[in-house]
């Protein structure tokens, strides 16, 4: 069955980075478009970030645009966040996502951005 679990979370202070990983498992990774999402609390959850299975296209919010980026490495069936400059308003459990006939989803990964 398709799993995914994210890892990397945890309190920086503003202007700090972080590294989020989400491993994944029980489906043909490298054919599969992946996101993350993050959900802030008591809002909606949102997407952050989006790569196509090869790689080759990359979308972000408006929000995070020159601060995060996302990769993936197929050869280890993983996708990465990583975040730069980051804000209180970062602050949320982000989670990766998988759409393969039905939506995917970690238990997600909390970043805390507080001084």
């Known amino acids: 069955q398709v799993q995914l679990v994210e890892s990397g979370g945890g309190l920086v202070q503003p202007g700090g980075s972080l590294r989020l990983s989400c491993a994944a498992s029980g489906f043909a990774f490298s054919m599969y478009g992946m996101r993350w999402y993050r959900q802030a609390p008591g809002r909606e959850r949102e997407l952050v970030a989006t790569?196509?299975?090869?790689?080759?296209?990359?979308n972000y919010a408006d929000s995070v645009k020159g601060r995060f980026t996302i990769s993936r490495d197929n050869a280890k069936n993983t996708v990465y966040l990583q975040m730069n400059s980051l804000k209180p308003e970062d602050t949320g459990v982000y989670y990766c996502n998988v759409w393969r006939n039905m939506n995917y989803w970690g238990k997600g990964t909390l970043v805390t951005v507080s001084s």
């Open positions: 790569m196509t299975s090869a790689g080759g296209s990359t």
